[in-house]
């Protein structure tokens, strides 16, 4: 069982950045393809990006398309999300997953996902 910790969440400006990372324990996250949600107050829970286990395929949400980057390095056990351009509506709480997946699929629904972190606060100011 894999356990994950987000970190990097905080307040910023907007047209700001910041970068999220997702440390896993407990198992190599080798297996796994990886996802960061959001939840902002009053919403429901969104997809934001994907990466497959070994990073040759992404997937993100439009609303973040051409600002936000998702990578990983399986050595170290971490995944990242570098978002830019950061605007208010972005402000949630950032959860990371994993859904066990050694194939090139992109799952962008929070059902597929069996492991999540207890999330992270991004709040950007405008």
């Known amino acids: 069982q894999v356990q994950l910790v987000e970190s990097g969440g905080g307040l910023v400006q907007a047209g700001g950045s910041l970068r999220l990372s997702c440390v896993a324990s407990g198992r190599t996250i080798r297996g796994y393809a990886m996802g960061w949600f959001r939840q902002a107050p009053g919403k429901e829970r969104e997809f934001v990006a994907t990466i497959t286990w070994s990073g040759a395929n992404t997937h993100y949400a439009d609303s973040v398309k ?25 402000t949630a709480v950032y959860y990371c997953a994993a859904k066990i997946s050694l194939g090139s699929s992109l799952y962008t629904a929070y059902q597929q996902y069996g492991y999540w972190g207890q999330g992270t606060q991004v709040t950007v100011s405008s």
């Open 66 to 90: 051409d600002r936000f980057t998702i990578s990983r390095d399986n050595a170290k056990n971490t995944v990242y999300l570098l978002m830019n351009s950061l605007k208010p509506e972005d």
